[in-house]
């Protein structure tokens, strides 16, 4: 088979933003909100976690449109993440991909309900019939992502990172934060685009899981650095922000040097273990882009 892996990358960069505008396109009675719930989504993301979504679904022969539904919710969930963190109880950020955060445009309640929709939507979506997989994968699929945002995953890493904010935290508890916070809506992004295919092994699942966790992993490290070396224009939001804040990085923890060492080396790794799945090609250039990404 051969993989134009730039050309999939255009052409499913603009499949996920077409269905993402379909899914936000909305009759209700407060347009308020829809508008709110557009201006955070459709808004120009790097839409990685959908991208490895279609990427993963590639290795277990997947349906691309189940795919592609089901990444475009998790990206729904990354927004509304974002839309909270950037609430002035939060992060208190003004800029977010480049544009005014939500809650400058649409004020604090708002925002704070609009992120509440998207979260909902995404159940909403995953448990309808718009999606052909057999109800007990969607049962797996709509569990591995509930798992990753809640409790066990997002918010629980989220907290975590609140309570420790301005203090300096072990290199092993930033690592748990990171696994939680960031690496658990990334793990589920890749295993539910595998789950939603067919005709692997328990082994062949645990080895997905394994690569699954480094890449969120590998995707920390370089946010970290690119948060300390690159400025707002390129980043999209306020550079430099975690040492503002006083907050544990891997930069802030390894210095710069060692933290660009572990990249390296985490980087090297996975691509590695991904080279030995068949049909992977998709999922190495993302981890590729993943590693050499400066915004
Ligand atoms: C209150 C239920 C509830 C949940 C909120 C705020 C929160 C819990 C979680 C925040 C999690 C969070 C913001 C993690 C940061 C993840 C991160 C590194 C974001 C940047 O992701 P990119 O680089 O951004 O993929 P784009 O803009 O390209 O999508």
Same mark, same amino acid.
């Given at each position: ?11 499913? *960069?603009?499949?996920?933003?077409? +269905?993402?505008?379909? *899914?936000?396109?909305?009759?209700? $009675?407060? %347009?308020? =909100?829809?508008?709110?719930? @557009? ?7 790097? @839409?990685? @976690? $959908? !991208?490895?979504? !279609?990427?993963?679904?590639? !290795?277990?022969?997947?349906?691309? %449109? ?9 990206? *729904? ?21 480049? &544009? ?12 704070? =309900? ?29 569990? =591995? ?17 609140? !309570?420790?904010?301005? &203090?300096?935290? $072990? +290199? ?12 658990? *809506?990334?793990?589920? #992004?890749? +295993? ?14 645990? @080895? ?47 210095? =710069? ?23 992977? %090609? ?12 400066? #915004?």
């Amino acid at each position: 088979m051969n993989y134009d892996v730039k050309e999939w990358h255009k052409l499913s *960069l603009a499949k996920i933003d077409s +269905l993402m505008d379909s *899914l936000l396109t909305i009759k209700t $009675p407060c %347009e308020t =909100l829809v508008e709110s719930m @557009r201006y955070s989504s459709l808004n120009g993301g790097k @839409r990685i @976690r $959908p !991208l490895l979504t !279609l990427s993963a679904s590639v !290795l277990s022969h997947a349906n691309v %449109e189940d795919a592609l539904l089901i990444g475009s919710t998790i990206e *729904l969930i990354h927004c509304f993440s974002l839309i909270h963190d950037d609430l002035p109880i939060m992060d208190n950020d003004s800029m977010r991909r480049g &544009k005014p955060t939500n809650h400058i445009i649409y004020g604090d309640a708002v925002a704070l =309900l609009t992120g509440d929709a998207l979260h909902a939507i995404c159940f909403e979506i995953l448990s309808s019939n718009k999606i052909s997989v057999t109800a007990e994968k969607k049962i797996k699929i709509i569990n =591995l992502i509930a798992n990753a945002i809640g409790v066990h995953g997002m918010v629980c890493g989220q907290t975590i990172d609140w !309570l420790n904010t301005g &203090k300096k935290i $072990p +290199l092993h508890e930033l690592q748990q934060m990171h696994t939680l916070k960031t690496g658990a *809506l990334i793990r589920a #992004s890749i +295993l539910s685009g595998y789950l939603a295919g067919d005709g692997f092994h328990d082994s062949q699942y645990q @080895r997905m899981d394994d690569i699954s966790q480094k890449i969120g992993l590998l995707f920390q490290v370089v946010d970290d650095i690119i948060d300390a070396t690159e400025d707002s224009h390129t980043l999209g939001k306020t550079a430099n922000k975690d040492a503002e804040q006083n907050k544990s990085t891997y930069v802030t923890l390894l210095g =710069l040097e060692e933290a660009k060492k572990s990249a390296l080396n985490l980087h090297k790794n996975i691509i590695e273990i991904i080279k030995l799945e068949n049909n992977s %090609e998709y999922l190495q250039y993302l981890t590729d882009q993943i590693y050499y990404r400066n #915004s």
